[in-house]
């Protein structure tokens, strides 16, 4: 089991920049690939990137593509989304999720342990 704890969010001005972060509990951090998602108000939750438990295979969401990384510090237990050039359609609450399949997936339902999730606002 893990347990996940999120870092980071707050408010920015639309082109700014955030890291987020995700601290994962347990010595057992490198058996998960690692997912990040994001709830906007009023909308459903939308994958936005996972990374591999190795870090050597990354997938991200064509809506942030060019504008977030994902990566991961197994030496650390945290996994970490750097966001740039953000909108104010980036406005959400960013969870990161654990994964024990084989495979990156992008769906949500394969994905076993949650964080609380950190608040985001895009806004000038």
């Known amino acids: 089991q893990v347990q996940l704890v999120e870092s980071g969010g707050g408010l920015v001005q639309p082109g700014g920049s955030l890291r987020l972060s995700c601290a994962a509990s347990?010595?057992?951090?490198?058996?998960?690939?690692m997912g990040w998602f994001r709830q906007a108000p009023g909308k459903g939750l939308e994958f936005v990137a996972a990374?591999?438990?190795?870090?050597?295979?990354?997938y991200t969401a064509d809506s942030v593509k060019g504008r977030f990384n994902i990566s991961r510090d197994n030496a650390k237990n945290t996994v970490y989304l750097q966001m740039n050039s953000l909108k104010p359609e980036d406005t959400a609450v960013y969870y990161c999720a654990a994964s024990t399949t084989v495979i990156l997936t992008t769906n949500r339902d394969r994905y076993n342990y949650w964080g609380q999730g950190t608040q985001v606002t895009v806004s000038s």
């Open positions: 990374i591999s438990w190795s870090g050597g295979n990354t």
């Open positions: 347990g010595r057992t951090f490198m058996r998960y690939n």
